[in-house]
């Protein structure tokens, strides 16, 4: 097992920004005697100075003594040329996102520190073996991928680059542990882990959106209330900034060769050219400006208790409306669940979406009151969900089905009728591209789920909720929108397939 750089080594931190910053920071708290340069005037030493600062808020908050904020403040040193990292043993760059302008300060490094000292890179979209290609001894440089904030978040992508020496990354993985960081390991593929994996979060939301499935606001709530998502992929897109969600989806889509799994959004594009950037403009998919109405989801009018109400089978979704519903001193019949169905409210049936839509299913069973409910993270406590209801279905059904939900204390929003609804075709996919990645080696199950919990804050990792949900189900999920679509967008990873015909869990 590799071990950490000891704490004597020299940290040099190579861009002053606010990543740069945080890196530095973090290094200096882990006891690292640290050099922060960058190439404009006084930046290193304002960010010296904001860092020192941030050190003392953190004390007088508790999270450090007053001693150790001073000592890491004093830790920090602003470097003033690049002569001055020489005696470093661990490089991080972190400039603006331009291979060239990466590969000729990497190379300047070169005959600048030791021969033992570690090259890192913080790139979030660039080829480690690309940045690599331009130096002498590419098996010294790797990825350290930090998240921003760099002092809270707590995942590092590790990654390495075709030459990257196995050594090399497993100390960089040791050392981000000592950080008190959860590092994870990755190949050097478009998009490493986070950037890659996340994608059909963006990607689900914004093809619904461009169907008429429901507004923006409304997606947003179902993925926060019915999906357990710390928010929805349309207030986190203008928070990100859809010029920079926009660009590393392109760049991503262009580095796997147009793979239309990565397909960037014509609706994202036209709000980019219309300068529309989200909070960071005032506007974006909701309106940040000062006085305008904050978004609202858009919830069905409540409904009476259906007359009759069986509940069907033994699904969670089926267990928890009977607790709800018993809660609420409602009284069911319970019965067999012959095809599939959780419940029947005067005379509608409900199913769990599984990626057909609701007017497929209706027809090819034969029942028009046919209504879908989405995925719920947990219904034992869902406070929303979405419905969708065939295109046959009586209005009366469709209000009978809606009176059951809202019985169990659940708010409703109804979707047009699409395949996969959004909670359940958005985790699919997300499942999906994560088994790829582990398929193509990219990383380990245990790291994508990791990366996606703590990087971008998902409720689970995508391959255990598909565990959860049944990997049967998410390969059916996915061939139906295949089928509906028609798109290679939806093709099953072979390792899905596999752990099917295995009858296996990404997680045995």
Not at 103 to 108: G, K, S, Y
Not at 251 to 273: E, G, M, T
Not at 362 to 391: K, M, Q
Request: hydrophobic content about 50%; glycine content about 8%; some cysteine.
């Amino acid at each position: 097992m590799a071990t950490p750089l000891p704490s004597q080594t020299i940290i040099a931190v190579v861009g002053a920004g606010a990543m740069g910053a945080g890196i530095a920071q973090v290094a200096a708290v882990a006891g690292h005697p640290v050099r922060l340069l960058d190439n404009r005037p006084d930046v290193a030493a304002r960010a010296v100075a904001g860092i020192r600062a941030q050190l003392m808020k953190l004390a007088e908050k508790g999270r450090l003594t007053a001693a150790d904020a001073a000592a890491a403040g004093m830790r920090l040193i602003p470097a003033h040329e690049i002569a001055n990292l020489a005696g470093a043993g661990l490089v991080v760059e972190a400039i603006v996102e331009d291979l060239a302008e990466k590969q000729a300060l990497l190379a300047d490094l070169e005959g600048i520190v030791g021969r033992d000292c570690i090259l890192g890179t913080n790139t979030s979209s660039i080829s480690v073996t690309a940045i690599g290609a331009a130096l002498r001894h590419p098996e010294r440089l790797a990825g350290l991928h930090f998240f921003n904030p760099a002092p809270l978040m707590a995942l590092v992508e590790v990654v390495s680059g075709l030459a990257t020496d196995p050594a090399v990354a497993e100390t960089l993985f040791a050392t981000a542990a000592a950080w008190g960081k959860t590092p994870v390991h990755a190949k050097s593929t478009p998009g490493f882990i986070v950037n890659r994996i996340a994608r059909p979060y963006y990607a689900e939301a914004l093809r619904l959106v461009q169907e008429g499935a429901a507004d923006c606001a409304t997606i947003d709530a179902v993925m926060r209330e019915t999906g357990g998502f710390r928010m929805g992929p349309f207030e986190l897109m203008d928070l990100i900034g859809l010029d920079v969600n926009f660009a590393v989806t392109r760049s991503v889509w262009r580095a796997f060769f147009h793979d239309p799994r990565f397909l960037p959004s014509l609706l994202q594009q036209d709000l980019v050219d219309a300068g529309r950037l989200g909070r960071k403009s005032g506007r974006g998919f909701h309106d940040y400006r000062e006085g305008a109405a904050p978004p609202v989801a858009a919830s069905e009018p409540a409904q009476p208790v259906p007359a009759e109400i069986a509940l069907c089978g033994t699904s969670t979704a089926t267990t928890a409306l009977a607790a709800r519903l018993a809660a609420a001193g409602i009284s069911c019949e319970r019965r067999a669940a012959s095809d599939g169905r959780i419940a029947e409210a005067d005379g509608a049936a409900l199913y769990v979406g599984d990626g057909r839509s609701a007017t497929r299913r209706a027809a090819e069973s034969g029942n028009a009151d046919t209504v879908l409910i989405d995925l719920a993270l947990d219904y034992g406590t869902v406070t929303r969900v979405a419905v969708a209801a065939a295109e046959q279905c009586r209005p009366a059904a469709v209000s009978s089905a809606v009176g059951l939900l809202q019985a169990a204390g659940i708010t409703v929003s109804r979707f047009n009728d699409v395949p996969g609804l959004a909670v359940m075709r958005t985790v699919a996919m997300l499942a999906n591209e994560a088994a790829d990645a582990v398929n193509q080696g990219v990383c380990s199950a245990a790291a994508a789920d990791s990366a996606l919990c703590l990087g971008v804050n998902y409720p689970r990792g995508p391959l255990a909720w598909a565990d959860a949900i049944g990997l049967p189900v998410v390969r059916d999920v996915l061939a139906h929108l295949g089928a509906a679509y028609g798109e290679d967008r939806y093709r099953i990873s072979p390792l899905l397939h596999q752990k099917v015909f295995a009858a296996r869990k990404f997680h045995d």
